[in-house]
């Protein structure tokens, strides 16, 4: 009796062993997971290495990328991501030209069943997934700490970016927390504060030859919000004979800003690591792909929810530390910062 048991139970044996081979190899060649970025814009030099090393990302962990970018207009972006959900995107990262009108991106998303991650700039007013993004906040009281080392009192510019975009809100109220109490105390006067429109650097120089024209050049320091809207806060003080004559802010450490900064045209920028922030989302992006929990050290409300955030940290970089921050960390060559300054005059 036993005797003939035993066939059957090699046969068994095998079919387990069989089985359990097949579903360890469905296990190794998972469905290709898809990720769709939809971008604002590719126009300041940054997005594009946040395109470059999150594509690289994604790919590198074995899933496939869509990238879509609308150059700034609203009813571009939103049917783009339409279109990335039509192709199946496993998860849609977005950064909003408008953080107000993509919450409508994020609804269809949801009524599709994926995930929405907001990179870099927060989508307002939606149930939005996670946001991942610096302490923007900080980088406006870097800004104003920075400029008001230099100029303690005085007539004071504020030139901010896109009101449209939700990092623009945060950067003024991050300078504003530095320079309100200083205002109060008389000691700084706020003579000229606006937005501009898209980020754009011509509105900028048309706001800084409006602060100019409207005081008699008596401006004493001026906070640009990033290093496009100091480009052109910094073409209307030359015009005036006046660059380098007056304190100024940036932001991004665009090779333009970073350039300024060692020539002595503009006195810092800010450092976000591009490549933490584009690593670090295609990664989160994959694991909501793969339907995991993704662990966050934060909350952000965006008038709706406090929305799971994880923010990275942004640093000052003045001439006294552009090769510490930026140089070693491989942002930009040290003979492109310095291509204009002679060269016994480089950081050691
Ligand atoms: C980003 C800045 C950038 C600006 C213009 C902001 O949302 O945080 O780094 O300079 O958009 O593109």
Redesign the pocket.
Known sequence: MLKNIKPFIYLLVLCGIVLSLLSCNRKSDPKTLKIGLSMD?L??E??QKDRDIFMATVKSMGGEIIVQAAQGDDATQISQCENLITQGVDVLVIIPHNGEAMALAVKKAHEAGIPVLAY??LIMNCDLDIYISFD?VKVGELQATEIVKLVPEGNYVYIG??PT?N??LLFRQGAMNILQPLIKRGDINLVFDQFSDD?SASVAQKHMENALTKNDNNIDAVIAA???TAGGAVQALSEQGLVGKVPISG??ADIAGCMRIVEGTQSMTVY?SISAIATESAKVAMIMAEGRVVLTNNTVNNNKIDVPSLLLTPVAVTKDNMKEIVIKDGYHKLEDVYKNVPKNQWQN
């Open positions: 814009t126009k300041e940054r997005w870099d700039r923007n970016g896109a975009d990092n623009a980020w990033n290093d496009a932001q991004d976000k």
